[in-house]
């Protein structure tokens, strides 16, 4: 899985552009045409997926046991945004973990917050990847193999990706070897 800043300029035909703004603008092929292009390298598969999705399969998995590295408190309100959680040991139900890779500066700035949020990109996709990386260790295990079809039927209805049925099966056969 690779992250890429959400303000990374990309070029976009005959302009730079955010890589943020590739998919909502100009679809999945100029994306994957722009991706490629930064990468170097031929990116032909891709998933999208809808948030919604997201807290409904941290649902269906229980949840994650995760500290979280500091208070975080972010009020939006043009987008209904609200964001509170407390430092510490606790468990996440699917809205609390959206909130929690949602979240990417506070409402007020602190030394403590600026050691994990300071505003950047980089910053948040860290504290994303190591949330992921807790999911992975938690979750891929044969428990969870028998809420695969409802996990793939969330997906599936809340997804745009080019990857077959066939290709997800066999990558879920092999996710008990993924080394978080």
Do not use: C, W
């Amino acid at each position: 899985i690779l992250s890429i800043p959400r303000d990374t300029k990309v070029y976009a035909g005959n302009h730079y552009e955010k890589i943020n703004g590739a998919y909502p603008t100009r679809g999945i092929n100029a994306t994957l045409s722009a991706v490629s292009n930064l990468l170097e390298m031929d990116v032909k598969s891709y998933v999208y997926i809808d948030t919604s999705a997201f807290r409904i399969i941290i649902d269906l998995l229980d949840g994650v046991d995760y500290n979280v590295p500091v208070d975080m408190n972010y009020d939006d309100p043009l987008q209904d945004l609200h964001i509170h959680l407390r430092k510490g040991q606790q468990h996440l139900d699917g809205e609390k973990a959206e909130q929690f890779m949602r979240f990417r500066k506070p409402n007020q700035y602190t030394d403590e917050i600026m050691k994990f949020y300071d505003g950047s990109d980089l910053k948040r996709i860290q504290a994303q990847q190591n949330f992921i990386k807790e999911i992975i260790k938690q979750k891929a295990n044969i428990y969870y193999f028998s809420r695969a079809k409802d996990i793939i039927d969330v997906a599936f209805n809340s997804v745009d990706t080019n990857v077959s049925l066939n290709e997800i099966a066999k990558m879920l056969l092999s996710i008990d070897k993924i080394d978080a």
